[in-house]
């Protein structure tokens, strides 16, 4: 019978072997493996996720049936046992620069589509991964369950994720938003999980916009009232951050700021801060409003691939899963890209 390529095998087509293989040399991660080679490892995750294995005998089992395409995979028969060593002794970051690889060539061909200078817009969030509470030592306990989070900046115009960190659920959003590198000029929207004069001074620094969320105890100087013209725009003002913070600090902050007090649709008001003085009140609140996306994509990765359940519970083996999820999402989204016109994501996956 003549062989017919697999869906599987065409996703998989999408990522540049020999680009790998150059990421398995400098990271040196077939080392002393002589069951599991770095491609079948990731392989075989890849299949994870599509597939809705819920343990590593289940993906041992599911992998296994299929046989038949091995040679065409570059595959063998895989042991849970096997698998479960992978996880926990090969190094993340292999997993981590495949992603990177992946995003720079999915980014290239949404560039070609996209209108020369056009906006750069990211989104910042956390989401919490449930662990096993018996499990997952590394993990402390936070609200007295053990969890892992994902801190993720997205881009809504390619629907994409382009930075990703995985740590324990009681570090916080801002600590983590402190170490990533800014892209200068970019509008960068948050929540109040990013609530740092310190990192607003920084993102100013940068040439970067942002837009957030004012707390109500934040007192402010008002300098200057602006002209309301938008329905749903209550208040639009510039401020001045007090000079002094709590134990007599210096806050870091000591530009104007801009407060667009909106309705939202249930009615309630919302406090919308940004450095940005130049754009309409309704801009700035179409911009916070846009930040529902990451929301959406935390829920279409958790619905549609595997992230809830976790085939290890070492550190090592969830940014392993995580990783390869992120990097499943990529290659979906690639296939979309190919796809005919109206073709969503849901029914690729």
């Not at 990731?42 to 994870?48: C, G, Q, S």
């Not at 801190?151 to 382009?162: E, F, G, N, R």
């Not at 916009?209 to 004012?214: A, M």
């Not at 902050?253 to 649709?265: G, H, I, K, S, T």
Request: charged content about 25%; proline content about 4%; glycine content about 4%.
């Amino acid at each position: 019978m003549r062989y017919q390529t697999t869906v599987f095998e065409t996703l998989l087509k999408e990522l540049p072997r020999h680009r790998f293989d150059r990421l398995v040399t400098h990271h040196n991660s077939d080392y002393r493996s002589r069951c599991l080679s770095s491609w079948r490892h990731l392989v075989t995750m890849i299949f994870a996720q599509l597939s809705g294995a819920q343990s590593l005998r289940d993906l041992e089992h599911g992998l296994n049936s299929h046989s038949n395409l091995f040679y065409h995979l570059g595959l063998e028969p895989v042991r849970r046992s096997t698998l479960a060593d992978a996880n926990a002794q090969r190094s993340s970051e292999l997993f981590e620069d495949v992603f990177g690889l992946m995003l720079g060539r999915l980014q290239g061909q949404l560039k070609r589509q996209m209108k020369e200078g056009a906006e750069v817009l990211r989104l910042l969030d956390a989401t919490l991964l449930p662990l096993p509470q018996g499990r997952a030592l590394w993990a402390r306990s936070w609200k007295g369950k053990k969890a892992a989070k994902a801190h993720v900046i997205y881009d809504p115009l390619t629907d994409t994720p382009v930075y990703c960190a995985i740590d324990e659920a009681r570090v916080s959003d801002i600590t983590e938003a402190k170490k990533i590198p800014l892209e200068a000029g970019a509008t960068y929207v948050f929540d109040r999980g990013y609530y740092d004069f310190g990192w607003w001074a920084n993102l100013s620094a940068h040439r970067c916009r942002f837009v957030t969320r004012l707390k109500k105890n934040s007192p402010t100087n008002v300098i200057k009232e602006l002209p309301v013209t938008a329905e749903h725009v209550h208040s639009d003002r510039l401020f001045m951050l007090n000079t002094r913070m709590a134990r007599s600090r210096r806050n870091p902050y000591q530009r104007p700021l801009r407060e667009v007090v909106v309705r939202a649709d249930n009615g309630k008001k919302l406090r919308l801060v940004t450095n940005d003085f130049e754009a309409p009140a309704q801009e700035i609140a179409d911009l916070y409003k846009i930040r529902w996306q990451i929301e959406l994509f935390f829920k279409w990765v958790k619905q549609n691939l595997r992230i809830k359940r976790f085939l290890g519970t070492s550190k090592n083996a969830v940014k392993i899963q995580i990783a390869t999820a992120l990097i499943t999402y990529l290659l979906i989204r690639m296939a979309k890209q190919k796809a005919p016109k109206g073709l969503s994501m849901q029914t690729l996956c």
